[in-house]
């Protein structure tokens, strides 16, 4: 069965934005870092407000992992996949899925853009693939 | 905590490797007795408690009942496969203010016989379990791949690890791998979650190990030679890899540097290291962190064999998680192998002259970090 995030608390807007099909996140009102995963406060300088902002979307693979065995059969059926971690422009950096990319292709410092991939009725998953592959 | 003001006085395993007639509480406890018939002492010595395993909801509370102990001070505090050596700091603290004199810090699991499940509760990790990672394997392949991308680490240097310590289990009566390894072979084993194969990554066993740790005073008039701590200390950043600021740089850098201070000394001064191999790529990154060599020059620090019996460093001389045993958390087994080795006790696989030696405890994805550092008195 595919694991589903809690989409509760501090998260909520994150996934709705995500049913959207937006990358959205919380920014320290006070340092303007943004806040990843989301909190409704800043866990970098302390700050106790935050702004959610849409994100562009575009970011770089800062690492990634081809996987090619998985306990759960919901993942199994699918190797190999790549699960890598992307810095956003606005420097969170989110633990994700490379996709529309042969597995042997994916870099360190590769520009990606986020995409989303439906996985239940209430959660999209935000998903990225190469820049160059953007319509 | 003062320098040398309390020692190991006791060490030892359970049976370890497949023992599936075994609870892990059972284990936990075989490895408590030992440790304490090794010391001289009985359990009606024991005040301080502490204990760790992902098989127990309270561990020093069960391992207390289970033996018959009712402690003056207790802790289960989970620090992942790091906490044995995080209790190190926390029994030499309650020791010497004088709320405890005997301590007893044990593990126990059955993770093997289990089918290898790593127990982690109800943990749910929102932002990571979704994407299909193995968990902790993918959280250190994702270090390795950036150390590989920052540094040019190579995968054949992440084997070398992996052979090192298969030559130091090839010298260890206990150790569960002893046969013939290559860097070919751990290339050609099957690739997990790339770029570590199968052999980056430890055996899954079963086993206890416990430690009892005492004054400095009370240890001078027990069975063995005594191992003073000369030096203990904890760090910690992230709990999930998505959160870990650097992917090449651990909190080791902070655990270390506390840890040398404490005892006045420096990597240069260490004769034997005792890291968490979970993974290949942790020696690699703990040897730069805690000193050993530059950041960035681990892989090149391994290569030739230079961590492997008769070598430079020694380096995890039980043969370590990757080939001695590693029953869901390695971090007591690494202090058990340090004491024998400054006890002189390590039969073919001693390292000649030991003084001291450094043990480096890892939890989580890299995320506790606990360092100890041992000598002689």
């Known amino acids: 069965m595919q694991p589903l995030p809690d989409v509760r608390g501090s998260a909520r807007p994150y996934w709705a934005a995500a049913l959207k099909g ?15 995963y989301p909190r409704d406060f800043c866990p970098s300088c302390a700050g106790r407000s935050v702004t959610w902002r849409r994100c562009s979307g575009r970011g770089k693979v800062y690492s990634y992992s081809v996987v090619h065995t998985h306990p759960n059969p919901a993942f199994k059926q699918r ?55 953007r319509p | 905590m003062k320098r040398g003001a309390t020692s190991i006085v006791g060490a030892a395993e359970s049976a370890i490797g497949i023992v599936p007639d075994r609870s892990a509480l059972e284990l936990m406890g075989d490895a408590a007795l030992g440790a304490l018939d090794d010391a001289g002492l009985s359990v009606k010595d024991v005040d301080g408690l502490f204990a760790q395993t992902p098989y127990l909801w309270h561990p020093s509370i069960s391992l207390g009942e289970h033996l018959g102990i009712a402690p003056r001070f207790t802790g289960s505090t989970n620090m992942g496969g790091a906490s044995f050596v995080g209790f190190i700091q926390h029994a030499a603290l309650a020791i010497e203010a004088g709320l405890c004199e005997v301590a007893l810090i044990a593990y126990g699991s059955n993770q093997r016989s289990d089918g290898g499940r790593l127990m982690t509760g109800s943990e749910h990790l929102s932002f990571e379990a979704p994407y299909g990672t193995i968990y902790p394997a993918t959280s250190y392949a994702l270090m390795a791949q950036r150390h590989m991308a920052q540094y040019g680490t190579t995968s054949e240097q992440l084997a070398e690890v992996a052979v090192a310590a298969r030559r130091w289990a090839q010298l260890n009566p206990k150790a569960m791998e002893r046969g013939p390894l290559s860097v070919e072979d751990v290339l050609a084993s099957r690739m997990i979650s790339s770029p570590l194969h199968k052999l980056d990554c430890c055996l899954v066993t079963d086993g206890g190990g416990a430690v009892v740790l005492t004054s400095a005073a009370r240890a001078r008039d027990l069975r063995k030679p005594a191992v003073p701590v000369l030096g203990a200390a904890t760090a910690h950043q992230h709990r999930q890899i998505l959160q870990m600021p650097d992917l090449t740089v651990t909190a080791a850098v902070r655990s270390g540097e506390r840890a040398f201070a404490m005892a006045g000394l420096k990597p240069a001064d260490i004769d034997v290291v005792q890291i968490y191999d979970a993974f290949t790529i942790n020696v690699i990154l703990s040897l730069e962190d805690l000193g050993f060599c530059g950041k960035g020059e681990g892989g090149l620090f391994v290569a030739g064999q230079r961590i492997a019996p008769g070598a430079a460093l020694p380096v995890n001389t039980s043969g370590g998680g990757l080939s001695y045993c590693h029953p869901g958390m390695l971090g007591i087994f690494l202090l058990i192998e340090a004491v024998r080795q400054l006890r002189r006790e390590a039969g073919e696989r001693q390292v000649q002259g030991v003084e001291t030696a450094l043990v480096h405890g890892i939890g989580g994805v890299h995320s506790a970090h606990c360092t100890a550092i041992l000598g002689r008195q």
């Open chain 1, 22 to 36: 937006e990358l959205q996140l919380p920014f320290c009102d006070a340092c303007g870092g943004a806040v990843f």
């Open chain 1, 79 to 133: 190797v190999p996949y790549v699960v890598a971690l992307v810095t956003l422009e606005e420097g969170a950096r989110l633990l994700t899925e490379i996709v529309d990319c042969p597995p042997e292709a994916v870099r360190v410092g590769m520009a990606v853009v986020v995409d989303f991939r439906r996985v239940s009725e209430e959660v999209a998953l935000p998903v990225f693939k190469p820049a160059a592959a």
